[in-house]
């Protein structure tokens, strides 16, 4: 079992930052695969930013060059620098790691105004 928590979702004007975290009650270091997915009302969730391997990563189009990724194994946390937001990233964020199942965390809303 692996419990994820994230945090640093909150409200924040377009063009803002957040920068999310999740911890894992579980260590990281024999985890390959952490993520960020976020679901919009009426939408379905959709993968945000992929760690797939230590150096490489994937995104959405939609918020390449705006969102980074990254993981501390020492502290068993995975993060989500977002900068230049948009009203359109408006969601709940949920972080995600798989390991010998899928896991997820409770989800953290983040509002974009404009």
């Known amino acids: 079992q692996v419990q994820l928590v994230e945090s640093g979702g909150g409200l924040v004007q377009a063009g803002g930052s957040l920068n999310l975290s999740c911890t894992s009650s579980?260590?990281?270091?024999?985890?390959?695969?952490v993520a960020w997915y976020r679901q919009a009302p009426g939408k379905q969730r959709e993968p945000v930013a992929r760690m797939i391997s230590p150096i490489r990563t994937l995104y959405a189009d939609s918020v390449k060059g705006r969102f980074t990724i990254s993981r501390d194994n020492a502290k068993n946390m995975i993060y989500l620098q977002m900068n230049s937001l948009k009203v359109e990233d408006t969601a709940v964020y949920y972080c995600?790691?798989?390991?010998?199942?899928?896991?997820w965390g409770q989800g953290t809303q983040v509002t974009v105004s404009s």
């Open positions: 579980r260590s990281l270091r024999r985890i390959t695969t």
């Open positions: 995600n790691v798989v390991s010998e199942a899928v896991y």
